[in-house]
T-cell receptor
Framework: GQSLEQPSEVTAVEGAIVQINCTYQTSGFYGLSWYQQHDGGAPTFLSYNALDGLEETGRFSSFLSRSDSYGYLLLQELQMKDSASYFCAVHSNYQLIWGAGTKLIIKP | DTGVSQDPRHKITKRGQNVTFRCDPISEHNRLYWYRQTLGQGPEFLTYFQNEAQLEKSRLLSDRFSAERPKGSFSTLEIQRTEQGDSAMYLC??????????????FGPGTRLTVL
C-alpha cells in the first residue's frame, strides 16, 4: 500500500521554530513536496525535494532522506499567519499522494 | 498569470441531481488535475489530463463521475445522481509538464459541494 504519516497537530509559540515530520511508503518516488493550506483555502506550494538534503526558502526549509523515507518541514520565526495545515505529498509517477496534514497552532 | 480558477465556489444540491464544475488552469500549463478533499484529509487524486487527453481516470470514485477537457484548456467535472457522500471540496490543479522532473502543481480555490 501507499501511505504518508505526519502528526495530526503541532502547537508552537510565535517567534519559535517548529519541525513537521513526514514518513512515507509509496510504490514510486520522484520527490517530496510540502503544501500549506489555510482553513477554507486552496493548498499552496511551499517546497520540493528530489534529492537528499536541505532546501531553504526564506523562513521555511525542507529536508529529505530517501534512504529513510523521511522528510521534514522546518518553519522558523513563526508568525500568527503561519497557522494553517501543512501537507507532505509524494510525487509518484503522474500523481501526488498526500498525507492527512498537520494542523499548526501558533500561540502568542 | 491569473492563477487557477474554479467555478462555482460553492454548490448546494439535492440528492439525485447532477452537478458540473469548471476549472480554468494557468494558461501555459499543459496538465490539469482533479482532486477531492474531505475535512481533515489531504486531497485525493481523481483524474488528470495532459492537453486534451485524459491519461488516468481509474481513480474516479464511481461511474457517476466524469471529466472532460475538450480543447486542452478548461476542464469540467460532472457528478451524476449525487449522493450525500459526494459532499466535499473538489480541487483543480494545473502544472507545466516538461518530462524532466515532477511538476509543481498549482491549485485553484476549490468548489465546495454540499449534497442535501
Amino acid at each position: 500500500g501507499q501511505s504518508l504519516e505526519q502528526p495530526s497537530e503541532v502547537t508552537a509559540v510565535e517567534g519559535a521554530i517548529v519541525q513537521i515530520n513526514c514518513t512515507y511508503q509509496t510504490s514510486g518516488f520522484y520527490g517530496l513536496s510540502w503544501y500549506q493550506q489555510h482553513d477554507g483555502g486552496a493548498p499552496t506550494f511551499l517546497s520540493y525535494n528530489a534529492l537528499d538534503g536541505l532546501e531553504e526558502t526564506g523562513r521555511f526549509s525542507s529536508f529529505l532522506s530517501r534512504s529513510d523515507s523521511y522528510g521534514y518541514l522546518l518553519l522558523q520565526e513563526l508568525q500568527m499567519k503561519d497557522s494553517a495545515s501543512y501537507f507532505c505529498a509524494v510525487h509518484s509517477n503522474y500523481q501526488l499522494i498526500w498525507g492527512a496534514g498537520t494542523k499548526l497552532i501558533i500561540k502568542p | 498569470d491569473t492563477g487557477v480558477s474554479q467555478d462555482p465556489r460553492h454548490k448546494i444540491t439535492k440528492r439525485g441531481q447532477n452537478v458540473t464544475f469548471r476549472c480554468d488552469p494557468i494558461s501555459e500549463h499543459n496538465r490539469l488535475y482533479w482532486y477531492r478533499q474531505t475535512l481533515g484529509q489531504g486531497p485525493e487524486f481523481l483524474t488528470y489530463f495532459q492537453n486534451e487527453a485524459q491519461l488516468e481516470k481509474s481513480r474516479l470514485l464511481s461511474d457517476r463521475f466524469s471529466a472532460e477537457r475538450p480543447k486542452g484548456s478548461f476542464s469540467t467535472l460532472e457528478i451524476q445522481r449525487t449522493e450525500q457522500g459526494d459532499s466535499a471540496m473538489y480541487l483543480c490543479a494545473s502544472s507545466q509538464h516538461s518530462g524532466r522532473a515532477p511538476d509543481t502543481q498549482y491549485f485553484g480555490p476549490g468548489t465546495r459541494l454540499t449534497v442535501l
